[in-house]
């Protein structure tokens, strides 16, 4: 059966694997200068990234609407051909609106469109989109496929570091500006691990340098997954590929790590989260 499958952008994979299985992401919508600018498609990641850094404020976004979907959904069935077309979301406790949005547009196709709730975001979300399409290729069928995702999102581990505070006092979540000043005096990195079914909790804060804080990530992954188990990896950040580098190569001996994939974060969570933000994301292999 040919399949497609849309996403919204929360999702974390290297571009060209998005490109090669023709995934259509349906991006967040930002509004600066007066005007609104559909993330990756009207500003490139990078150039999101620098007018975050020169900004004082977060510029406010917004989620993909059901006509969004509805779109592309009909474009894949008309255009490309597809028999059948996985709509893949975001956890519905982290963007309740986006996961709505999924299932209000996939309504309209009735049975030709299957809605997945990954529980989770960033390279999970990629990790499952990369999943169903390699089950296909095998010939596995699509209410087959459907389930063994619903099974091995059980078993994923996210955890993310945030190396400055500065996007969450500008988006206002941290009102204090001394708190702000003194949690860089003294070098706190939040880290937080995504709890089933997708809700973010933050660890005790700790005072990291940079090469501590990909050390705790990688610790919490090593602490909290089964030894047993042989993982695929993304790791997904904001302008630090020294972490990044330290992750891979403790992961790979601590671990058994099948493949990995390194990739910009998207700029809907490295928004919240700036500039050095590492994401750790680890799925079951098959």
Request: proline residues 4%.
């Amino acid at each position: 059966m040919k399949i497609g499958v849309i996403t919204d952008s929360a999702a974390d994979l290297p571009e060209e694997l998005f490109e090669k299985h023709n995934v259509a992401i349906i991006p967040h919508v930002v509004y600066f200068d007066d005007k609104y600018w559909k993330l990756g498609v009207d500003i490139s990641v990078n150039d999101f990234y620098d007018l975050i850094r020169k900004s004082d404020l977060i510029p406010p976004t917004t989620n993909p609407e059901p006509s969004d979907f509805a779109e592309k959904l009909k474009e894949g069935f008309d255009k490309h051909g597809y028999e059948h077309i996985f709509s893949v979301s975001v956890s519905s406790e982290l963007s309740g609106s986006t996961y709505h949005s999924h299932r209000i547009a996939a309504k309209k196709f009735k049975d030709k469109v299957t809605v997945i709730d990954t529980q989770s975001a960033s390279g999970v979300q990629g990790l499952i989109i990369l999943k169903i399409f390699e089950l296909n290729s095998k010939g596995v069928k699509v209410d087959e496929i459907e389930k063994y995702v619903n099974e091995i999102r059980k078993d994923y581990f996210l955890d993310v570091g945030f190396h400055t505070l500065d996007n969450v006092y500008k988006s206002g979540r941290l009102k204090s500006k001394i708190v702000l000043k003194l949690t860089k005096a003294i070098k706190i990195k939040p880290v937080a691990i995504m709890e089933k079914p997708g809700i973010l909790q933050n660890t005790l804060p700790g005072f990291f340098t940079n090469k501590s804080m990909a050390k705790r990530l990688s610790n919490l992954a090593i602490k909290n997954v089964d030894k047993t188990v042989s993982y695929d990896l993304v790791i997904s950040h904001v302008e630090n590929k020294e972490g990044v580098d330290l992750i891979i190569k403790k992961l790979c001996k601590k671990l058994k790590i099948h493949r990995y994939f390194v990739t910009p974060a998207s700029p809907i969570i490295g928004t919240s989260t700036g500039v050095g933000t590492i994401i750790l994301s680890l799925l079951p292999s098959e």
